[in-house]
């Protein structure tokens, strides 16, 4: 079955760093652009970043620009998001996503192809 699983997630401290894994199975999804979501209670799902296939192109959405990276190891088959200087606005529930259209093509989060379950990330003040 071809699925993506999330890990990473947990609580920490405004200020503090986390690192997101993306991890396929069931095929590869090297030709595929992989994508960093994320959904707070009470708010719209949100993309935060996307990386290409190759891994030259991303993708990142200005108000985590400069905090949070995005990097893919192919043989691997994993995607990280690496969120440094964390603030407690960060706070909600990150979903990775595989497409093949470009990075900048999926920023809305409609007609996915495949979805995770989703990690939790808490940061407290």
């Known amino acids: 079955q071809e699925q993506l699983v999330e890990s990473g997630g947990g609580l920490v401290r405004a200020g503090g760093s986390l690192r997101l894994s993306c991890a396929a199975s069931?095929?590869?999804?090297?030709?595929?652009?992989v994508g960093w979501f994320r959904q707070s209670p009470g708010k719209e799902r949100e993309f935060v970043a996307a990386?290409?296939?190759?891994?030259?192109?991303?993708y990142i959405v200005d108000n985590v620009k400069g905090r949070f990276t995005i990097s893919r190891d192919s043989a691997k088959n994993t995607v990280y998001l690496q969120m440094n200087s964390l603030k407690p606005e960060d706070t909600a529930l990150y979903y990775c996503?595989?497409?093949?259209?470009?990075?900048?093509?999926?920023?809305?989060?409609?007609?996915?192809?495949?979805w995770g379950q989703g990690t939790q990330v808490t940061v407290s003040s």
């Open positions: 996503a595989a497409d093949p259209r470009v990075p900048a093509a999926i920023s809305s989060g409609k007609g996915i192809s495949y």
């Open positions: 069931g095929r590869s999804f090297s030709g595929y652009t």
């Open positions: 990386i290409s296939m190759t891994g030259r192109t991303t």
